[in-house]
């Protein structure tokens, strides 16, 4: 039987900066690197959780990476207060990814037009710094791949985080420099994505939890975290049937692939 340090896993969009984990934080991590995760990546929703998130940072060099990036849920009428928040801090010093941005059109419709302005400026700022982005695509899919159709650049690439899509979305996003985020809804019993994971190679994708939000069986309804990965990649593992370690060496190297090592200062475009 594979010891779980054997392994090695990347959870590749985490909250682990966020006040429910304020009670046990070192545990949690202790638990994930005891089944062999050994990266975590942080995407950003506003100015109010920088000052955390990027605490985590310092205290997991190495492993833990900070993105820099406005959600979709939190563009309201002083978004451009908080882009240009994002820009400051782009301009400061280097992050990993741009994240996490997008579209959300199941919380929010009213707001479609500026979401979409926050969208395409975070978008060309990626271009420019040549950084990936990872994106939010809540009930809004289509309409993300054909924004990124639209901006298509060599250097724009990332991961549709969360994605339950279909197949032909993925294919889209693939051919587009995107990876596709798999997380607990894969574990859902008529969530449906497992057919869909059935079919994409495992070259295009790449592990996350979301943690807290979307836990996958047993803990579907309770607080995620990024040990529970590890079930994540175990159903992926059953779906395609290639063994854990097979999941586990591509998924981490298409992380490592997508996140590479940003220099400072950036490489901008001409």
């Not at 054997?6 to 046990?24: A, C, G």
């Not at 978008?123 to 420019?128: E, G, L, R, V």
Request: proline share 4%; aromatic share 8%; charged share 25%.
């Amino acid at each position: 039987m594979t010891k779980p340090t054997e392994i090695i896993l990347v959870d590749t969009h985490t909250h682990l900066y966020l006040p429910e984990f304020d009670t046990d934080r070192t545990a949690i991590m202790e638990r994930a690197m005891a089944v062999g995760v050994n990266e975590f990546y942080l995407p950003a929703i506003d100015s109010r959780v920088i000052e955390s998130m990027l605490k985590m940072e310092e205290a997991y060099p190495g492993q833990v990476h900070a993105m820099m990036g406005l959600h979709p849920c939190s563009v309201k009428e002083d978004y451009t207060v908080e882009l240009e928040i994002v820009k400051n801090w782009l301009d400061k010093r280097p992050f990993c990814a741009i994240g996490e941005i997008g579209i959300d059109l199941y919380w929010e419709k009213s707001t479609l037009d500026i979401q979409i302005d926050a969208f395409r400026t975070q978008i060309n700022w990626a271009k420019n710094f040549d950084v990936p982005i990872v994106i939010h695509s809540r009930e809004s899919t289509e309409l993300i791949l054909d924004i990124l159709k639209d901006e298509k650049h060599e250097k724009l690439r990332g991961i549709l985080h969360c994605f339950t899509g279909t197949a032909e979305q993925a294919e889209t996003a693939f051919s587009l420099g995107f990876h596709l985020g798999i997380g607990g809804v894969v574990t859902f019993k008529n969530a449906g994505l497992d057919k869909i994971v059935s079919d994409i190679p495992l070259e295009w994708l790449v592990l996350e939890t979301d943690s807290p939000y979307l836990a996958p069986v047993p803990y579907r309804g309770k607080r995620n975290e990024s040990a529970f990965i590890r079930l994540v990649a175990e159903k992926v593992a059953s779906i395609k049937s290639v063994d854990l370690e097979e999941v586990a060496k591509v998924t981490t190297m298409n992380s490592k692939n997508i996140f590479q090592k940003i220099t400072w200062p950036y490489t901008t475009l001409s």
